[in-house]
């Protein structure tokens, strides 16, 4: 079986970073907010289902700008 050696790195550190928040989804999505306000890089967030409108039945779907 081919072995990935970047992709085993990635998830031993994921496995590393779950169990110091003792496997809490929580802290642990609080503690990736808490680096990515840190990093100082410009965050790109994406339009999800509920930002999208359909301005009549023939007209395709636009994102709303937010």
Excluded at 2 to 12: A, R
Excluded at 45 to 66: G, V, Y
Aim: proline share 2%; net charge neutral.
């Amino acid at each position: 079986m081919w072995e990935d050696e970047i992709l085993e790195e990635i998830h031993k550190i994921r496995e590393e970073h779950a169990k110091s928040f003792n496997y809490d989804i929580k802290a642990i999505c609080a503690d990736w907010r808490e680096r990515q306000a840190k990093s100082g890089r410009k965050l790109v967030r994406l339009n999800t289902a509920q930002n999208m409108t359909k301005n009549s039945e023939n007209d395709p779907i636009e994102r709303n700008k937010c």
